[in-house]
C-alpha cells in the first residue's frame, strides 16, 4: 500500500519516524519548532516531540552546525536543517574542518553522524546570494555524504538512510519541490546511499540530472519521444559517493551522454561525471558529452534574466537534437 505525500510531508515523515526508532535523533535549526520549518518541512514537530528534541536557533549558522557536530561526537544523532545551502557557507568551515575529518584524524575514535539539510540551488527570482547551487563545493571534501532527492518516494527513504549513517551527510533538496506529491509506501523503507535510479528507460541518449533538473529532463523526454527519440533519464540521488556503473551502463546502450545541471559549469559535478565517463568508457560513446549548467554569471534578479540563465526544457530539447544530429 502507498500514500500520495508532498515532498516536504516524506521529509517530515522520515524525521518522525527515526526520531520515534530512536532516541538520540534530534531536530535543531532556524525556524524549526515554533515557525514549523521556513518551508514547513518541519510542521508538528515540536508539539510531537518537545522542544527539547526539536530546537530553534539562533540566526548562527556557523554556531548551530558546530554544535551539531559536537553532539555527534558523544553519540547523539543531530539533523540540523539550514535555512537554504546559501547560508550554510556560513557553516563551511565546521563542515569541511570538522565534520569531515573528525573520523580520519581520529583514527575512528569519533564518528560524526550528522545531517546538514536544506533546499539548494536556484528556486525564483532570488537573486544571485539566494540562487547558488553549492553541490561541487560539497563532493570535493572527502569524508562527506552528498545526497540529492527528486521524489517524495526518494525524499523519505534517502533521508532516513542518512539519519542512520555514522558520517556526515550533507542533504540537498529544492524549495521549488516541497508541494510535488508523489507515492509513498505505507511500510518503513530505506534507499542505500550511493545507489541511483532509472527515472526513465530509453535506448537512444542518455540523460544524467539530479534534484529539479529530474522533471525538466523528463518534460523534455516525452516531447523528444514524439518525435521517436528515446531518453533514458538517470538520477545518481547520491552525488558522492556516485553511482558511476549505473551510468557507465546507460551510455553503453545509449552511446549519447547529455548532463543537465543548475549548478555553474566551471568545475561542476558534471564535469567530474564527464570525465569519469569519458575517461572509463570513451569508446562507447558516438558523440562529444555535452553538459548543461546555468549560466556562468551570478543569477540575475529579472525573471526574464533569470530563464535565459538556468536550463530549460527548450534547451534540452534542443542539445538532444544536436547531438543525435537531428
Known amino acids: ?63 548551530f ?13 543531530p539533523i540540523v536543517e539550514i535555512m537554504t545551502w546559501n547560508f550554510a557557507i556560513l557553516a563551511f568551515d565546521q563542515i569541511f574542518n570538522n565534520a569531515a575529518k573528525l573520523r580520519y584524524m581520529s583514527g575512528g575514535q569519533f564518528k560524526c553522524p550528522i545531517v546538514v539539510r536544506a533546499p539548494n540551488g536556484p528556486a525564483h527570482m532570488l537573486g544571485s546570494q539566494h540562487s547558488q547551487a553549492l553541490e561541487s563545493m560539497l563532493v570535493h571534501v572527502p569524508g562527506l555524504k552528498v545526497v540529492t532527492c527528486s521524489t517524495a518516494y526518494d525524499a523519505k527513504g534517502l533521508l ?27 511500510d518503513d523503507y530505506t534507499i542505500p546511499l550511493g545507489v541511483g535510479d532509472i527515472k526513465r528507460e530509453g535506448r537512444d541518449i542518455t540523460i544524467v540530472a539530479w534534484t529539479k533538473m529530474i ?4 518534460k523534455a523526454a516525452e516531447q523528444l519521444s514524439l518525435d521517436g527519440i528515446e531518453c533514458e533519464v538517470i538520477d545518481p540521488r547520491t552525488l558522492r559517493p556516485l553511482d558511476e556503473d549505473l551510468i557507465f551502463d546507460s551510455v553503453k546502450k545509449t552511446n549519447h551522454l547529455l548532463i543537465v545541471e543548475d549548478s555553474w559549469p566551471f568545475a561542476s559535478v558534471g564535469s567530474e561525471i564527464a570525465k569519469r565517463v569519458s575517461t572509463n568508457i570513451f ?21 526574464n534574466l533569470e530563464n535565459e ?10 542539445e538532444v537534437k544536436n547531438i543525435l544530429n537531428r
Not at 65 to 77: Q, V
Not at 166 to 179: A, K
Not at 287 to 298: E, R, S, T
Not at 309 to 318: C, D, L, Q, R
Open 65 to 77: 552546525t558546530g554544535i551539531g557536530i559536537g553532539a555527534a561526537m558523544t553519540g547523539l544523532r
Open 160 to 186: 532516513k538512510s542518512a539519519i542512520r549513517d555514522d558520517n556526515p551527510v550533507m542533504f540537498l533538496e529544492s524549495e521549488l519541490m516541497y508541494s510535488v506529491k508523489g507515492d509513498v509506501p505505507n
Open 309 to 318: 540563465a538556468i536550463p530549460s526544457v527548450e534547451k534540452i530539447i534542443e
Open 215 to 218: 522533471p525538466l529532463s523528463l
Open 283 to 303: 569508446d562507447y560513446l558516438d558523440a562529444p558529452i555535452v553538459n548543461i549548467n546555468a549560466a556562468d554569471v551570478p543569477m540575475p534578479y529579472a525573471e
Open 1 to 63: 500500500m502507498t500514500q500520495q505525500l508532498q515532498i516536504r510531508e516524506a521529509l517530515n515523515q522520515a524525521m518522525c519516524e527515526e526520531m520515534e526508532r530512536d532516541q538520540n535523533v534530534f531536530l535543531m535549526g532556524e525556524e524549526v519548532a515554533q515557525y514549523n520549518g521556513a518551508y514547513k518541512v518541519t510542521q508538528g514537530m515540536l508539539k510531537k516531540f518537545g522542544s527539547k528534541r526539536v530546537i530553534d536557533t539562533p540566526i548562527s549558522e556557523a554556531g
